[in-house]
């Protein structure tokens, strides 16, 4: 499993100012010939100074002007504009003291991994690397220090995610409080199997009518007591969706089943039918449980799911990730492209040269928005778009297993999911104590 999907928190919207994802700074420039010798140039000055790092008036601008367009695109409400103004210039300014952190800290970012959010960033913008590099040029930067830009993304979030979790404290007693508790509410969250098999009777049934359908759903229920199969009978007579699979509903828990079903079942053992009719707003039913789980605290289904990361910084928006992310998809799915080359050759994480294979996860294991989206996708399901902390992704389900966890399981589960309530504050924390370090010298407009 790729570290860099494990459960964090949900700060992105801490990180991206306004919840509001960041536009491509490779923005088509017009043609020389169009613009207007009259029109005045921005004003670029100095605004703060922090650590090693300014930040401009140019830049400042730049931002506000793409989360402005962000919200008009999503019709979203923004602060007033000096409140606007000085949330994104803390964001600024946390973003510098946050990257001149991590390049203290000596970390590494992989030359192949910084190979592909350079591409990807080409590719976004529809050009070659050629092609890129002169755009660079054009706009005054040099390659160099775009890439190192890239790198310098990349190594933040990786510095990011190590030291707020170092910040982290989850003690011997907090787990096992959490897995008390679990105990304690297993008892209502047994999962039940349920057979039926349904006679149907019409919206407003005269008497006659409704004698006649229960009549058939009691020949039904004769013929299960007589021994004849119930997956027999139930393809036969029902007229439920489940009808070709012997009546079977299928493992859901007990607050997902209509409680009628959960009356007659709650006494039944895995094997039996009820031994009278049951009559709901649908028609009859001949009730049989199949199966049972008791408490469903320590029994978990496992999903083994892969995914494509493109991660979002100045050079990707999130909305152009999805784009490319949804392009992907249609390529999957046409047969043009298997979703492991896909992933190999553009996926900005640790799973990429596994095909993004995740390999099989417990509840709790990733970020909640991630995992809500992987939970509702069928076997071979393959995602929309999805923006989580770490980016945009495209998720794909291979199999689910129900799995029993032993103690130590249990325990990192537990874990997972108090390191998930503690993170933001952590990364608060983390964040003004970092300011509290740094050198941040704030300027005057020019005169």
């Not at 960033?121 to 590099?133: E, I, K, P, S, Y």
């Not at 709901?280 to 009730?287: E, L, R």
């Not at 995602?383 to 325990?411: A, C, N, W, Y």
């Amino acid at each position: 499993m790729t570290d860099s999907l494990l459960i964090v928190s949900r700060a992105r919207a801490l990180r991206a100012v306004l919840g509001l994802a960041l536009c491509c700074l490779l923005v088509p420039l017009a043609p020389a010939q169009t613009r207007s010798a009259s029109t005045p140039a921005m004003a670029d000055y100095i605004i703060a100074v922090v650590n090693q790092e300014l930040v401009t008036n140019a830049e400042l601008q730049g931002r506000l002007a793409r989360i402005r367009e962000d919200a008009a695109r999503g019709k979203s409400q923004l602060p007033p504009p000096a409140e606007l103004r000085r949330q994104i210039l803390d964001a600024l300014i946390d973003e510098r003291v946050q990257v001149t952190n991590a390049r203290d800290v000596g970390s590494k970012v992989d030359e192949a991994e910084l190979d592909r959010a350079v591409a990807n960033v080409a590719v976004q913008n529809q050009m070659t690397m050629a092609q890129l590099r002169a755009r660079l040029q054009q706009q005054g930067l040099a390659y160099s220090a775009f890439r190192n830009n890239v790198r310098d993304q990349l190594l933040m979030e990786r510095v990011r995610e190590h030291e707020v979790n170092q910040r982290i404290r989850i003690s011997a007693e907090d787990i096992d409080k959490l897995i008390e508790q679990r105990r304690v509410a297993a008892g209502t969250a047994a999962q039940l199997n349920i057979a039926q098999i349904l006679v149907t009777v019409p919206e407003g049934a005269n008497a006659d009518v409704l004698a006649q359908r229960k009549a058939r759903a009691e020949v039904a229920l004769a013929r299960v007591k007589g021994g004849e199969a119930f997956e027999t009978i139930a393809n036969e007579i029902s007229e439920d969706g489940n009808k070709a699979l012997g009546g079977v509903i299928g493992m859901r828990p007990m607050d997902r089943l209509p409680d009628v079903f959960v009356e007659v079942a709650r006494n039944l053992k895995p094997g039996e039918v009820s031994p009278t009719l049951l009559r709901s707003g649908a028609g009859f039913h001949v009730i049989k449980l199949v199966d049972r789980q008791e408490g469903g605290a320590f029994t978990v289904q496992q999903t083994h799911a892969r995914h494509i990361l493109l991660r979002v910084s100045e050079q990707l928006s999130a909305e152009a990730a999805g784009r490319r992310l949804s392009e992907f998809k249609r390529q999957i799915l046409s047969g043009a492209k298997s979703f492991e080359q896909l992933a190999r050759d553009n996926s900005e994480d640790g799973s990429a040269a596994a095909g993004g294979d995740l390999g099989w996860t417990s509840p709790g294991a990733f970020v909640p928005e991630f995992e809500e989206t992987m939970n509702a996708l069928p076997i071979n399901g393959i995602s929309d778009p999805l923006s989580s902390r770490f980016g945009v992704h495209l998720i794909q389900v291979l199999e689910r297993r129900q799995m029993t966890l032993d103690l130590k399981q249990q325990r990192e589960q537990a874990r997972n999911v108090l390191r998930e309530q503690k993170f933001e504050d952590a990364y608060v924390e983390w964040v003004r104590d970092l300011r509290a370090r740094a050198y941040i010298e704030m300027r005057e407009p020019p005169q």
